[in-house]
């Protein structure tokens, strides 16, 4: 499996942005995703999670109300909506797939920055 992300850049405060996560290969393998961040100097940290099905989702309570995580099964996408969009959101964002009966895959990290 392999994950290709898209999507960041640069918005001021309050915007919005999209970043979407496809994925390839034996996605069959794939079970819950989600979508982490890295600021400088921080530990990588969740930020919002999907059930294989689409179905359930939870999300750090940072980001509750402002960004919503969803997916397109029939393209093998999942994607995060981010609106409301702060300083503190700045990051480098992953996505993460779940793998049954392997290790997790990652996407290769975007930057987003919100400048104030």
């Known amino acids: 499996v392999q994950l290709v992300q898209s999507g960041g850049g640069l918005v001021q405060a309050g915007g919005s942005l999209r970043l979407s996560c496809a994925a390839s290969?034996?996605?069959?393998?794939?079970?819950?995703m989600g979508w982490y961040r890295q600021a400088p100097g921080k530990r990588r940290e969740v930020v919002a999670t999907i059930s294989s099905g689409g179905g359930s989702t939870n999300y750090a309570d940072s980001v509750k109300g402002r960004f919503a995580i969803f997916k397109d099964n029939t393209k093998n996408t999942m994607y995060l909506q981010m609106n409301s969009l702060k300083p503190e959101d700045t990051a480098v964002y992953y996505c993460?797939?779940?793998?049954?009966?392997?290790?997790?895959?990652w996407g290769q990290g975007t930057q987003v920055t919100v400048s104030s």
């Open positions: 290969g034996d996605t069959f393998r794939i079970n819950a």
């Open positions: 993460n797939a779940q793998l049954v009966l392997l290790a997790d895959r």
